[in-house]
């Protein structure tokens, strides 16, 4: 059986962390996924995805993403239910994370949300900050460079680097 998820997608609010009774972190957050059609009126409908994360990365995601923050979800999906105050059942589907990934540098979506005339897209489509993906290396260009531009000069790739 395979029961596998894989969202990417922004808060619609900051995260809640609580603690367990043993001291278990617990994050839980609800993520916005747009949908890759429209409907009939031209819209792009949106999912509102509810997704539960544990543990040290519980925490991680209550420090580091705010409402806005783009984030990409690897986990299962799960069904519960519980009696609420009233005796109803009430039944609850959610992903459970096995894996957060921020999709995007620390201030982005705080600076996206004050930018003039609002939001214009998605600044990293396909999940890549192109300013972070190589911590180490000060040449990492903007993310406006297209980091395969023909400058002119050859390029220096030995066989080994080569993946076939």
Known sequence: MIN????????????ELRYTP??????T?????NRPFTNQQGERET????CVVWRRQ???????LKKGSLAGVDGRLQTRSYENQEGRRVYVTEVVADSVQFLEPKGVSEQRGAAAGGYYGDPFPFGQDQN??????KQAGRIDED??????????????????
């Open 4 to 15: 596998r998820v894989i969202l990417v997608g922004r808060l619609t609010k900051d995260p």
């Open 22 to 27: 043993s001291g278990v972190a617990v994050a």
């Open 29 to 33: 957050f609800t993520l916005a996924v």
């Open 47 to 50: 999912d509102f995805i509810q």
């Open 58 to 64: 519980a925490e991680n995601v209550a420090n580091f």
């Open 132 to 137: 972070h993906r190589y911590p180490n290396d």
């Open 147 to 164: 980091p395969f531009a023909d400058d002119g000069q050859p390029i220096d790739i030995s066989d080994d680097d080569l993946p076939f």
